[in-house]
Structures are given as structure tokens and as C-alpha cells.
């Protein structure tokens, strides 16, 4: 377990960031003490708005897989088997702000459809995690995406105490509170990449 002392991000034995000069350079000085400290709002606050883009689809992009991975845990992998089923994968398929209306319509209004939801449980467990995917992609801010991706973690710990889920996940660790300091980190790390001009590491990599 780290100690909580450590740099967020594992140091190479050279700086591979791009060279930044002028404003830039003075961006990333002020953003460094907030990066060490967890501060996700003060980073955002330094990125410009290209950035603060890149960042919002980058956690879309991040946490969709790892929702996805979620649902095979949940043996949730046939879109056929319920109409519900579907219109989740169709937002995982094509994060836009459309199919998320309608993953969240069909979730919150099962019953316009011919097959009960109660009839297949699986789906009952759909509800929080569409939610907040759904409410991440509808997001227009950085900040916003980045508050229900944490949301995701906390569902994910739910239903692992509840043993919906059989595969302990980072981020579905049954202790919440870690399930949502990870999400954070991982946030933080992403907002960090992104000032830096690097790659952000998959939500679903537990060794960033």
C-alpha cells in the first residue's frame, strides 16, 4: 500500500514532459504545488480551454471502459437480453449527449418496454452506474465530469458490498472512502498528464 507521501505520478530517470517557455512555463510552476497537494479544481483552473476538453473526454473516454468492465462483472454482456441493456451499451458505443438522455430515460422508465425489468435482475443494479456515466458525458465542464466519475467509484464499492460484483476492482473497493480517494487520484494524475502534454493512464490501470 503506498504511504501517501509518494509523488502521484511514478518519476522516470529523465523529464519526458515537452518543453514549455514562457506563460507556460509559469502555468505548470503554480500547478505543480496544487497537483502534490490533490487539488483537481486548482488544475483545472490552469488549464486552458483545449485542455480542460481534453480532459472532460478523457475521463468519458477512461471510465467508460472501466464501466464496461463493471458490467462484465455484473455479467451483464448481452445487449440483446433486455432493451435496457441495450441502451447502456449504445452510450458506451457513442458517449453522446443523446444516447445518454435515452440510457437514462430507458433506466428511470423500464416499464414502456414488453420485458419487465424485474425479470431480469442483473439490470436492477444498472441504475446508479448509468447515472452517473450518463450525468459525466451531459457534463459541459471538466469539473463537472470529473465529480461524477468519483460517483462511479462510490457506486461501484456499493455494489461490491452487496456482492453484485465478484471482481475486486480498484474502484470497486468495498471500503468507499478508498474507492473514491483512488477515483480522485486517478483524476488528479489525468488533469497533471494533460498540463503536461502526456497520455493519461487508464481509470482501469490500478498501477498508475
Do not use: C
Not at 81 to 94: A, G, I, N, Q, R
Request: charged share 20%.
Amino acid at each position: 500500500m503506498p504511504s501517501g507521501d509518494e509523488p502521484m505520478l511514478p518519476h522516470t530517470h529523465q523529464d519526458d514532459a515537452p518543453m514549455i517557455s514562457g506563460r507556460g512555463t509559469k502555468i505548470i510552476a503554480d500547478a505543480r504545488g496544487a497537483y502534490l497537494v490533490g487539488n483537481l479544481s486548482a488544475l483545472i483552473d490552469r488549464m486552458d480551454e483545449e485542455q480542460r476538453e481534453r480532459f472532460r473526454v478523457a475521463i468519458i473516454v477512461h471510465v467508460g471502459a472501466a464501466l464496461r468492465l463493471m458490467l462484465k462483472g455484473l455479467g451483464i454482456v448481452d445487449r440483446s437480453v433486455h432493451p435496457v441493456v441495450d441502451y447502456v451499451y449504445m452510450m458506451l458505443d457513442e458517449p453522446t449527449y443523446d444516447n445518454a438522455s435515452a440510457a437514462l430515460i430507458a433506466v428511470f422508465y423500464p416499464n414502456r418496454f414488453h420485458t419487465p425489468l424485474s425479470e431480469y435482475r442483473p439490470v436492477q443494479v444498472l441504475g446508479g452506474l448509468v447515472v452517473a456515466y450518463a450525468a459525466a458525458i451531459r457534463s459541459e465542464t471538466a469539473l463537472g465530469a470529473a465529480h461524477n466519475a468519483r460517483s462511479i467509484a462510490l457506486v461501484a464499492s456499493n455494489l461490491f458490498r452487496m456482492r453484485h460484483v465478484e471482481a475486486a476492482y480498484w474502484w470497486a473497493n468495498p471500503d468507499s472512502q478508498l474507492a473514491f480517494d483512488m477515483a480522485h487520484r486517478w483524476l488528479v494524475n489525468a488533469a497533471w498528464a494533460i498540463l503536461l502534454g502526456r497520455t493519461v493512464t487508464s481509470f482501469s490501470n490500478e498501477d498508475w
